[in-house]
């Protein structure tokens, strides 16, 4: 079964708080993956614990620039409208959730996630060597900003599409920056995303690269008495 994006949802907070909710995206069906990406600007990050059902993806944290970002996943099932996640560090959060059609249930990732930290501008994405014909390579990155850019990262040269940014943008502030990619032509060898700044000065980001493997069609079998 060939993957297939399905959708997005983003919310990004303008002020400080300790609990972010985001909406699940629309046209989700039981089945599908969902990604849950968080990033923060606060004096410190901790790992938060998820909603019940969530799983950790992979988590992205450090002093460098205050800033971290936390991965979760989930095969939706009875959805409800949103997720909540409170007893956060005070600070300002971006969210980002997407889905994605197709992915395998019970072994979502191709490869081991391959990451990076920087802690004077955004995090070049690492090359990923997925396994299995037809996995999609997907980037996630958090960044914090210090200007108010709503499109901190101009686009990617070589990344399918780039599904979306999440920013806060409060001027002469840290801001946390979330931006998702992926890449459906994988065929075979390392693949690395290329990413353009467009604006905003970058302090810090972290970044995780992974690849989602394609589920195995269920074959049919007919039996003849």
């Given at each position: 079964?060939?993957?297939?994006?399905?959708?997005?949802?983003?919310?990004?907070?303008?002020?400080?708080?300790?609990?972010?909710?985001?909406?699940v995206?629309?046209?989700?069906?039981?089945?599908?993956?969902?990604?849950?990406?968080?990033?923060?600007?606060?004096?410190?990050?901790?790992?938060?614990?998820?909603?019940?059902?969530?799983?950790?993806?992979?988590?992205?944290?450090?002093?460098?620039g205050?800033?971290?970002?936390?991965?979760?996943?989930?095969?939706?099932c009875?959805?409800?409208?949103?997720?909540?996640?409170?007893?956060?560090?005070?600070?300002?959060?971006?969210?980002?959730?997407?889905?994605?059609?197709?992915?395998?249930?019970?072994?979502?990732?191709?490869?081991?996630?391959?990451?990076?930290?920087n802690?004077?501008?955004?995090?070049?994405?690492?090359?990923?060597?997925?396994?299995?014909?037809?996995?999609?390579?997907?980037?996630?990155?958090?960044?914090?900003?210090?200007?108010?850019?709503?499109?901190?990262?101009?686009?990617s040269?070589?990344?399918?599409?780039?599904?979306?940014?999440?920013?806060?943008?409060?001027?002469?502030?840290?801001?946390?920056?979330?931006?998702?990619?992926?890449?459906s032509?994988?065929?075979?060898?390392?693949?690395?995303?290329?990413l353009?700044?467009?604006?905003?000065?970058?302090?810090a980001?972290?970044?995780?690269?992974?690849?989602?493997?394609?589920?195995?069609?269920?074959?049919?079998?007919?039996?003849?008495?």
């Amino acid at each position: 079964m060939a993957i297939s994006y399905v959708n997005s949802a983003i919310f990004a907070t303008t002020s400080v708080t300790t609990s972010v909710t985001c909406n699940v995206p629309a046209s989700v069906q039981n089945g599908d993956l969902l990604l849950w990406s968080m990033g923060g600007a606060a004096s410190s990050i901790a790992l938060p614990s998820p909603p019940a059902g969530w799983a950790l993806w992979n988590a992205n944290l450090s002093a460098v620039g205050a800033t971290g970002a936390v991965f979760w996943y989930r095969v939706a099932c009875s959805e409800p409208s949103s997720y909540t996640v409170s007893g956060l560090t005070s600070g300002r959060y971006a969210t980002f959730m997407s889905a994605y059609r197709g992915v395998d249930q019970t072994t979502p990732k191709d490869a081991t996630n391959t990451t990076a930290t920087n802690g004077a501008n955004f995090a070049t994405p690492p090359a990923i060597t997925p396994v299995t014909v037809g996995a999609w390579p997907v980037m996630l990155e958090a960044a914090q900003i210090t200007s108010a850019a709503a499109a901190p990262v101009g686009g990617s040269t070589n990344a399918t599409a780039l599904v979306g940014q999440a920013t806060s943008t409060v001027a002469s502030v840290a801001n946390p920056a979330l931006i998702e990619g992926y890449y459906s032509g994988w065929a075979s060898g390392a693949f690395t995303f290329n990413l353009s700044k467009s604006a905003g000065s970058f302090s810090a980001g972290h970044v995780v690269v992974s690849a989602l493997k394609p589920a195995v069609a269920r074959a049919n079998f007919l039996m003849f008495a």
